[in-house]
């Protein structure tokens, strides 16, 4: 059994670089699909991707940085 977490993106995030660190493990993620993503949920935080704890654990602290970014369980 895999442990997930999943990575909310919230309006205002900098969606660039969440992209950035998210894209090497989940290749489809983009500064533009976030972008579009954040929009289509009028102000609503966003699931942009769920990684298993090998795929997170190199990138936990960068993104639980960022405003706007949020990570669950």
Partial sequence: QHLVTLVDVAPGADVNTVAALLNPVAPTITPASLSNDLAAA?????T???LREEDLAPIRDQLT???NVTLRP
Avoid: S
């Fill in 42 to 46: 009028a102000g609503k935080p966003v």
């Fill in 48 to 50: 942009a991707v769920t």
């Fill in 65 to 67: 940085a960022l405003p």
